[in-house]
C-alpha cells in the first residue's frame, strides 16, 4: 500500500448537541477528503500523581505521569493477521471472536429492523 506523507493529524472530537450535552460516549475523528484514517494513532496518557513540585517560575505545578498508548485499526488486523490469530487479538480485547459476534449482531440487526418495520406499519396505520 502506497502511504503518501501527510501534514495532516487527526484530532479526537467528541459529538455536541446544541445545549453543549456530550451526544453518546465515542469520540469521532473528522477526517478530510483525499485523506486516510491512520491505521495506529498514538496518544498520551496523562495521570496526576497527586504531587506537587515547584514549576520553572516557582509557582507549585502538578506532577504528571505521561505514557505513550497506542491504538490501531481492527480492520487493518483483520486484513494482514489469520482469523485464528485475528481472533486471539480479539480475545485479548476482550472481544468474542468475530464469527461469533457476527451472528449476534445479525440477531440485533434483524431484531431492529423487526421493530422499525412496526412501527412504520402503526404509522401507516395511523395515517389510513
Known amino acids: 500500500m502506497n502511504h503518501k506523507k501527510s501534514k495532516w493529524i487527526p484530532e479526537i472530537t467528541y459529538e455536541q448537541d446544541d445545549e453543549g450535552s456530550q451526544l ?32 520553572y517560575d516557582g509557582d507549585d505545578v502538578p506532577v504528571v505521569d505521561w505514557e505513550l498508548k497506542q491504538y490501531c485499526a481492527m480492520e487493518t488486523l483483520k486484513s494482514k493477521l489469520s482469523h485464528e490469530d485475528y481472533d486471539k487479538v480479539r480475545a485479548a480485547l476482550g472481544l468474542k471472536p468475530l464469527d461469533v459476534a457476527t451472528r449476534e449482531g445479525q440477531v440485533i440487526t434483524q431484531k431492529v429492523r423487526e421493530n422499525l418495520g412496526d412501527v412504520e406499519l402503526k404509522s401507516l396505520g395511523k395515517k389510513l
Open 24 to 55: 453518546g460516549n465515542l469520540p469521532l475523528v473528522h477526517v478530510p477528503s483525499g485523506e486516510v484514517m491512520p491505521p495506529v494513532l498514538f496518544i498520551w496518557e496523562a495521570r496526576d500523581t497527586g504531587k506537587i513540585e515547584p514549576g
